[in-house]
């Protein structure tokens, strides 16, 4: 048998640290929040580095892109309407900084149920226990009647929805993210499966309408992406309609000549799902354009992003 000796450590080959190509430097890292620190203070302090430094990266895309005129495009899930963050997508709505919003079914219900009632989300188990679950039936009757009306005349189920509940006796109508985007007349589509959502299971549904409506926000979803070049599309909290949509709305945009290239897409969820990391983030810019990843907990992570892109668009440089 062969006999093995140590090694003689003596013998290796190094070199100085100052030739050796690093991946953190000095000004990569953080400075200690001060009392008194404004808010563009403790953007600024954030270490230039992983997540902090994607997170700066989508503020900019989003900044530089309006600043160029192009779209800010949110794709959502109903989970940040539930967690509050209804005022802040309205005010940048009203703002000019998202110019398109694309929602599942969902959507509309918890929408429409802050807006008329101020408050929403059931408790689903003991609901289907008792086989109640989705039974309220101001929820059922007024979105079906406000679909039903609103594709009669030629609009889209997000177009319906905002239209129905400017003109309604809301309590709380400026709670209401599609009456915002009716009110500013940009782009608001809703996205069905049909017998996924609640109001499906009433009477007052009328399922081609339904189709029918869907079937006009996602034509008209792909005219929005076929302008989205320089832009930018967020995938907030859906991890299977919103991005199944998103990539076939994208192919009919640049199959009909949409220059889509040099896109930034980002996906915001407490966990990244295959979906979303495919069909927003991996397929859609792998010739040309950016993907981010920011993951964390809705109702921290899009407020963040909210103020940064309103202190970078608004605030005067220090």
């Known amino acids: 048998m062969k006999e093995y000796r140590p090694v ?10 100052k030739d050796r190509p690093s991946k953190v430097e000095v000004s990569y890292l953080s ?8 808010f563009r203070r403790f953007l600024s302090s954030l270490p230039d580095i992983l997540g902090s430094k994607d997170f700066k990266a989508v503020t900019g895309a989003i900044v530089r892109a309006r600043k160029n005129g192009r779209p800010v495009v949110l794709g959502m899930g109903a989970h940040p309407i539930k967690v509050g963050l209804s005022p802040i997508i309205i005010d940048l709505v009203e703002k000019g900084i998202i110019t398109a919003v694309s929602t599942n079914g969902a959507c509309i219900v918890h929408d429409f149920e802050l807006s008329y009632a101020g408050r929403t989300s059931e408790d689903v188990c003991e609901g289907l226990c008792t086989g109640m679950f989705g039974m309220v039936e101001e929820t059922g009757k007024y979105i ?4 039903n009306s609103g594709v009669k005349k030629g609009l889209g189920i997000g177009a319906s929805m905002g239209a129905f509940i400017d003109k309604g006796k809301f309590k709380h109508r400026e709670l209401s993210i599609f009456r915002a985007g009716y009110l500013k ?3 608001m589509t809703v996205h069905v499966a049909l ?3 609640i109001v499906h299971m009433h009477p007052e549904a009328d399922g081609s309408a339904i189709g029918k409506g869907s079937m006009r926000d ?27 949509v998103f990539l076939k709305a994208l192919t009919m945009a ?4 949409g220059k889509t290239e040099n896109i930034t897409t980002v996906n915001m969820d ?6 979303p990391r495919e069909n927003v983030l991996k397929r859609p810019t792998a010739l040309r354009g950016s993907s981010y990843a920011l993951t964390g907990h809705h109702e921290i992570m899009f407020p963040l992003l909210a103020a940064a892109v309103i202190e970078s668009l608004y605030m005067p440089s220090d």
């Open 8 to 17: 003689n450590p003596k013998k290796l080959k190094r070199y100085s640290l």
């Open 31 to 38: 400075s200690p929040y001060k009392k008194g620190d404004t």
């Open 144 to 147: 079906n009647k406000a679909v």
């Open 185 to 187: 007349a940009i782009p």
């Open 195 to 197: 017998g996924a959502d």
């Open 218 to 244: 996602f034509l008209l979803l792909a005219s929005v992406l076929g302008d989205l070049e320089g832009g930018v599309y967020i995938n907030l909290g859906s991890a299977v309609v919103m991005p199944e």
């Open 254 to 257: 640049r199959n009909l000549g």
């Open 270 to 275: 407490f966990i990244q799902h295959y979906r």
